[in-house]
């Protein structure tokens, strides 16, 4: 006969299994507690919270590396506007736009679709707001032709027309009336808006300035602006402060410099942001040293809209709109309804089956999944808030319905294996460590290859099927976890325990379908010596 596992040694083992199921418990439900309290969510993904979907295509050619630079702009400054879960990804040759959850869908799309390069040009006149001609029996109205590259001296904004002197020697700004002969000029559509030409261009909708502005070929682009921000001036009134490149710097000194006291247009997709005067309290030029205040009547959100197209304004390619929409919640919330009330009556089904089949070690199914679903509700809200995960879409919701799957089968083939154990004449306490030993090679093997997959799946592919690959790795790797340490010591915590190993309906050895009477490997018949 073997000499009996010292109980020092046993205490210490059952003591470490209790320690294990407390730590994943008070984890998994601390979490949960915590994003809860935190008021976070799964960031849903577009077809659950509704939104604006987009797709632009390039102009012209664009190389790899240059949409993928368009795409991280474009998903800057869809960030900027202090929305969540924005996704900007390739499509072939196109680049999509999602934006779920927002509530005012024209101003993202606004916002996202000021997609040309922004560049500096000097404001040669004012314009007055496009009038067509008139239409002459039986002809058509006559075109004006190009827009005139130049203006008449008595409107063109220049410092002898902009400007007088004061006693102090800084300069006193007038305004200049736009020039009437532009009337009858439309607009420079964007497809036609090169930077080497000169174009009649609109301000902002909402700037009060209803006026058009005739622009000379652009000097400079976004890409030297390093950094911008609104603020607060010591004045109360909103600025937003430009920081140049060192390239930039340098440019913009002989810009200003040729255009001292004169109007430069900060021109985004076709549209002039701003048009200040440069140096206008400064008797003479001097340096900017690489740090531009645009001031004027700015309002907060007109200072905040400033700085988001200065930060993220200079893409390498002119994008196209090619399809702009506002999409409902409603077809993705009914279709995860009729998924979800699918998914749970699946799911008692086999709960009330596991139960039946395998008594208490049925509660033991519901108690992993239980902390298993509070693991992912506190992963996934956390997620949520980094630019790690995708969107929480109808495919994620299918990777976490396809995991529940493989984390019933991890109990399974620890159960069936129990039984193998017990059918071999073994007891339930010496087959729940034994049985788990090879159960979760064929557990670890199966879930490894189901990770591998779901890895495959992220790196190669986009969208929907990238955010079902994500969620079902995420859930299966937490299998892992979730197998080793809580099913594992629960299962052998109740295994040693004779009182629910023997009851007669619910216990283990009823769930296992151990013979009755049988004389079990392990144990010492009453009254035989040992």
Same mark, same amino acid.
């Given at each position: #006969?073997?000499?009996?596992? $010292?109980?020092?040694?046993?205490?210490?083992?059952?003591?470490? !299994?209790?320690?294990?199921?407390?730590?994943?418990?008070?984890?998994?439900?601390?979490?949960?507690?915590?994003?809860?309290?935190?008021?976070?969510?799964? +960031?849903?993904?577009?077809? %659950?919270?509704?939104?604006?979907?987009?797709? &632009?295509?390039?102009?012209?050619?664009?190389?790899?590396?240059? !949409?993928?630079?368009t795409v991280t702009i474009l998903t800057n400054r869809v960030d900027a506007l202090g929305v969540s879960g924005a996704e900007v990804r390739t499509q072939g040759g196109d680049i999509s736009v999602s934006v779920p959850g927002v509530k005012n869908a024209r101003e993202v799309l606004n916002a996202i679709g000021q997609t040309a390069q922004m560049l500096f040009r000097p404001v040669l006149c004012y314009a007055p707001p496009y009038s067509a001609p008139k239409t002459q029996a039986g002809k058509p109205p006559p075109s004006p032709g190009p827009v005139p590259t130049a203006c008449p001296?008595?409107?063109?904004?220049?410092?002898?027309?902009?400007?007088?002197?004061?006693?102090?020697?800084?300069?006193? &700004? =007038?305004?200049? @009336?736009?020039?009437?002969?532009? +009337?009858?000029?439309?607009?420079?559509?964007?497809?036609k808006d090169a930077k080497g030409d000169t174009v009649l261009l609109p301000g902002l909708a909402n700037s *009060? &300035?209803?006026?058009?502005?005739?622009? *000379?070929?652009?000097?400079?682009?976004?890409?030297?602006? +390093?950094?911008?921000?609104?603020?607060?001036?010591?004045?109360?009134?909103?600025?937003?402060? #430009?920081n140049l490149t060192q390239a930039g710097s340098a440019g913009w000194d002989k810009m200003s410099q040729t255009y001292f006291h004169e109007i430069i247009g900060i021109e985004l997709d076709g549209i002039v942001q701003s048009a200040p005067i440069t140096l206008p309290n400064s008797a003479t030029w001097n340096s900017f040293d690489g740090a531009v205040q645009i001031s004027g009547n700015f309002t907060e959100a007109q200072a905040q809209n400033l700085s988001i197209a200065l930060n993220y304004g200079a893409l390498p390619v002119r994008l196209i709109p090619l399809t702009a929409e506002t999409v409902s919640p409603t077809l993705g919330k009914s279709s995860l309804q009729a998924g979800l009330a699918a998914g749970l009556a699946g799911l008692l089904l086999v709960l009330i089956y596991?139960?039946?089949?395998?008594?208490?070690?049925?509660?033991?199914?519901? $108690? @992993?999944?239980?902390?298993?679903?509070?693991? %992912? =509700?506190?992963?996934?809200?956390?997620?949520?808030?980094?630019? %790690?995960?995708?969107?929480?879409?109808?495919?994620?919701?299918?990777?976490?319905i396809v995991s529940i799957g493989i984390t019933v089968d991890? =109990?399974?083939? =620890? &159960?069936?294996?129990?039984?193998?154990?017990?059918? #071999?004449?073994?007891?339930?306490?010496?087959?729940?460590?034994?049985?788990f030993k090879s159960a979760f090679r064929t557990v670890l093997a199966a879930d490894l290859v189901s990770l591998a997959a779901a890895v495959v799946l992220f790196l190669i592919t986009v969208g929907d099927v990238r955010g079902f690959a994500f969620f079902l790795g995420l859930s299966t790797l937490l299998d892992i976890i979730i197998t080793y340490f809580f099913t594992r010591p629960l299962v052998i915590l109740l295994g040693r325990n004779d009182r629910l190993t023997e009851?007669?309906?619910? @216990?283990?050895?009823?769930?296992?379908?151990?013979?009755?009477?049988?004389?079990?490997? @392990?144990?010492?018949?009453?009254?035989?010596? $040992?």
């Open positions: #006969m073997s000499p009996p596992t $010292s109980s020092r040694a046993q205490a210490r083992q059952r003591r470490s !299994l209790i320690i294990s199921l407390v730590v994943v418990v008070s984890v998994a439900f601390g979490s949960l507690l915590a994003v809860i309290a935190a008021g976070w969510t799964p +960031k849903l993904g577009l077809d %659950l919270a509704g939104g604006v979907s987009v797709v &632009f295509k390039p102009a012209t050619h664009a190389s790899q590396s240059d !949409l993928n630079e001296s008595s409107y063109q904004l220049v410092t002898a027309n902009l400007s007088g002197s004061t006693s102090s020697g800084s300069g006193v &700004f =007038y305004n200049i @009336g736009p020039w009437p002969g532009l +009337k009858s000029y439309p607009s420079t559509p964007q497809a *009060g &300035f209803t006026d058009r502005y005739l622009l *000379g070929p652009a000097e400079l682009t976004g890409r030297i602006v +390093k950094s911008a921000n609104a603020q607060l001036s010591a004045t109360g009134s909103w600025v937003v402060n #430009m596991t139960i039946v089949y395998y008594r208490l070690l049925g509660f033991v199914v519901i $108690s @992993g999944l239980a902390v298993t679903g509070a693991f %992912l =509700y506190a992963l996934i809200s956390a997620l949520g808030h980094t630019s %790690l995960a995708p969107s929480f879409t109808l495919a994620g919701v299918v990777g976490i991890s =109990y399974i083939v =620890y &159960f069936e294996r129990l039984k193998d154990e017990t059918r #071999m004449g073994r007891t339930v306490r010496t087959s729940v460590d034994r049985g009851a007669r309906r619910l @216990g283990i050895s009823a769930g296992l379908a151990v013979p009755v009477g049988q004389e079990p490997i @392990g144990r010492t018949p009453v009254g035989a010596r $040992s």
